[in-house]
Nanobody, 123 residues
Framework: VQLQASGGGLVQAGGSLRLSCAAS????????MGWFRQAPGKEREFVAA????????WYADSVKGRFTISRDNAKNTVYLQMNSLKPEDTALYYC?????????????????WGQGTQVTVSS
């Protein structure tokens, strides 16, 4: 399984970005997927996750109402639409495939990780 994240960049506060994560390997449509982020000097933290059927989503309180996670199982891709970006959203963003066991909020329940894409929000 390989996960390739893309779509990061430099944006001004209040702007938007859409991250994509393309997955290779079988059975993408049967696994929940998640996004995490890690800012310099901080621990990696949960951002959002989506169930395999695209009907259930989970969000960190810090991004609720601003970020939207979605997936296209036909394209083996998961997205993170980020609106109203703030400087505190600056981080390296990782996509990950859940193991189908445990809480989607917990980093340890994800079995595969992408390489990360940098998001920088200027004030």
């Amino acid at each position: 399984v390989q996960l390739q994240a893309s779509g990061g960049g430099l944006v001004q506060a209040g702007g938007s970005l859409r991250l994509s994560c393309a997955a290779s390997g079988p059975s993408f449509s049967t696994y929940p997927m998640g996004w995490f982020r890690q800012a310099p000097g901080k621990e990696r933290e949960f951002v959002a996750a989506i169930n395999w059927d695209d009907r259930t989503t989970w969000y960190a309180d810090s991004v609720k109402g601003r970020f939207t996670i979605s997936r296209d199982n036909a394209k083996n891709t998961v997205y993170l639409q980020m609106n109203s970006l703030k400087p505190e959203d600056t981080a390296l963003y990782y996509c990950a495939r859940h193991s189908r066991s445990g809480s989607p909020y917990e980093m340890t329940t994800y079995a595969y990780w992408g390489q990360g894409t940098q998001v920088t929000v200027s004030s």
